[in-house]
């Protein structure tokens, strides 16, 4: 059985210095330091997590998992500026804040990942 932890990995307490969504992975009873480690960084928060969770599901297998959890850099992280929020219509779930979908920057991003990924 493994442990699953999802976290965030940015310079707190400025999201602009994301770097990505780390999965980390063991099996039960190991110690930390044997844990392995995912990276999911399409350079947009929210299609992070979702990679990141559909890796944890169809790689690793749900009826694989006892434990799933995330650490504080993934709270912190929304609570670190007003580009992202929490959202529970569905489950738990990371989205853009209104204010930050209506700047170029997000245009921008948006752009660059409808051309790079045909799975938007």
Known sequence: MKQV???ID???PDQDSYRGFVVSVKNVGDAY?????YRFNAGFPPLDLIDAHNFMISKIGAENILACNWRSSVDHFTM???KYEWYTDDGEWLRATK????????????????AERNDL
């Not at 204010?99 to 409808?114: G, N």
């Open 10 to 12: 940015y310079d707190e």
């Open 5 to 7: 932890a999802f976290s």
């Open 33 to 37: 330091e044997k844990r392995k480690e």
């Open 80 to 82: 670190d500026g007003d």
């Open 99 to 114: 204010k930050f979908e209506a700047t170029k920057e997000f245009k921008d991003i948006k752009k660059k990942l409808q």
